[in-house]
């Protein structure tokens, strides 16, 4: 009977352990066939590693674990690890706009893409950007500043809009964004409709001048087209 007792007490502490392990494996990074580089004056800097209790470290992202090209007009993209990419000379100062439509054939799960803009040092640990995501699975948004490697500050945490178009029963959805920035604000809109503005104040240290580019999440097969900045 004791060595039972003893037993069932070795279950109850495995069981909690095996679900954290399974937690934190629930959101594995699909493995992809890679092109092994990136469109002309292209480039990406991929999220930092993270590193977990009683885990081995996984390996650091390269090109060889996306597919980033030209299709088209446009552009596509099959991730593999997240991270923003960016093409050499796409920088924006003072007023301006940038815009891009994205497009999915299939549903993305709970993950988000969009605009970067207000970039430098992306190839640092002092890398520093914003970022302007739409997650489709719910209508949500998002808008974050990340200013080193470590977890990026929430200046929108996710918010539901009625103007981010969310995907469909087959998972479709296209969803076209912009950041506009004027002297005193800037401006998030989602298929023509503003759904958040972020005075200077609101955007804390964050700035609005440097390179321009995408989030792209991982897990995520999309279309990039209309990818324009405009003064």
Do not use: C
């Not at 390269?62 to 030209?70: C, G, I, K, L, W």
């Not at 960016?86 to 799960?109: C, I, L, N, P």
């Not at 970067?116 to 040092?121: K, L, P, T």
């Not at 759904?195 to 999309?222: M, P, T, W, Y």
């Amino acid at each position: 009977m004791k060595r039972i007792a003893m037993a069932l007490v070795a279950l109850a502490v495995a069981a909690p352990l095996s679900a954290q392990a399974g937690a934190m494996d629930a959101d594995p990074t699909t493995e992809v066939a890679g092109s092994g580089g990136l469109p002309d004056g292209w480039m990406v800097r991929f999220d930092p590693v993270r590193v977990r209790p009683n885990r081995p470290t996984p390996p650091t992202p390269t090109v060889a674990d996306v597919n980033f090209r030209v299709m088209g007009s446009g552009l596509h993209a099959t991730s593999g690890p997240a991270g923003v990419y960016y093409k050499s000379g796409d920088e924006a100062m003072g007023e301006y706009t940038v815009s891009v439509r994205f497009s999915q054939a299939k549903s993305m799960g709970h993950e988000g893409y969009g605009i970067v803009f207000g970039g430098s040092n992306l190839q640092e640990s002092t890398q520093n950007y914003v970022y302007f995501i739409v997650r489709p699975n719910d209508g949500a948004f998002l808008i974050n500043h990340r200013s080193s490697d470590a977890a990026p500050t929430k200046l929108v945490g996710w918010e539901t809009h009625e103007a981010v178009t969310a995907e469909d029963a087959d998972g479709k959805a296209s969803n076209a964004l912009s950041v506009r920035v004027t002297n005193d604000a800037v401006h998030f809109v989602a298929n023509g409709e503003e759904v958040s503005v972020l005075s200077r104040v609101e955007l804390g240290d964050a700035s609005s001048d440097g390179q321009i580019g995408l989030r792209i999440n991982h897990n995520l097969d999309l279309h990039i087209a209309e990818f324009a900045i405009t003064h």
